[in-house]
T-cell receptor
Framework: EAQVTQNPRYLITVTGKKLTVTCSQN?????MSWYRQDPGLGLRQIYY???????DKGDVPEGYKVSRKEKRNFPLILESPSPNQTSLYFC????????????FGPGTRLTVL | EDQVTQSPEALRLQEGESSSLNCSYT??????LFWYRQDPGKGPEFLFT???AGEEKEKERLKATLTKKESFLHITAPKPEDSATYLC???????????FGTGTRLLVSP
């Protein structure tokens, strides 16, 4: 079954404590991306990756890092989380070619106290 | 600036009462317009991609249409299971991202 998985699904942490949210896909997609979703603001792109070792900033990259060492994995790293990073995070992958369709993971709800 | 505006913010329908959701967009060259369905606590689920004005796509009770400035998601004879938030997004040409609207929350009552 084609899947995008994220872990953890829920996380409560404290300011300054480094954390990583993992994203994995089994569709062999080259493109992967992270979004955050906030009430009244919609989904906004944080970072994206066109392929292994190729990453670039989206619209709201401040306070986040990513890495793409393998095609299937695209972790999101918060080195020093702050309360304004409390949000719902989604990983997405795209099949490329002519379809352009992005498939989203189930989401990670993060609360930073 | 690329922008997507969805209306209404919320819509309540009786089962069987057809209606339309609107997505207005301004974009510097449209690569594609996307409709997603999102249930509470879940990730967006892909519904349709539209690429050019005049294009239409259908899936069960849903039909999406596209003009040069807006898209409509028509819901025919909705059922309670159609209750969800419907998201519209555009992919600007030359950019590797989707620009999302804030969604329309649809509630269909039996």
């Amino acid at each position: 079954e084609a899947q995008v998985t994220q872990n953890p699904r829920y996380l409560i942490t404290v300011t300054g404590k480094k954390l990583t949210v993992t994203c994995s896909q089994n569709m062999n997609h080259e493109y992967m991306s992270w979004y955050r979703q906030d009430p009244g603001l919609g989904l906004r792109q944080i970072y994206y990756s066109m392929n292994v070792e190729v990453t670039d900033k989206g619209d709201v990259p401040e306070g986040y890092k990513v890495s793409r060492k393998e095609k299937r994995n695209f972790p999101l790293i918060l080195e020093s989380p702050s309360p304004n990073q409390t949000s719902l995070y989604f990983c997405a992958t795209r099949s490329g070619g002519s379809t352009d369709t992005q498939y989203f993971g189930p989401g990670t709800r993060l609360t930073v106290l | 600036e690329d922008q997507v505006t969805q209306s209404p913010e919320a819509l309540r329908l009786q089962e069987g009462e057809s209606s339309s959701l609107n997505c207005s967009y301004t974009v510097s060259g449209l690569r594609g317009l996307f409709w997603y369905r999102q249930d509470p606590g879940k990730g967006p689920e892909f519904l349709f991609t539209l690429y050019s004005a005049g294009e239409e796509k259908e899936k069960e009770r849903l039909k999406a249409t596209l003009t040069k400035k807006e898209s409509f998601l028509h819901i025919t004879a909705p059922k309670p299971e159609d209750s969800a938030t419907y998201l519209c997004a555009v992919r600007p040409r030359g950019f590797q991202k989707l620009v999302f609207g804030t969604g329309t929350r649809l509630l269909v009552s039996p």
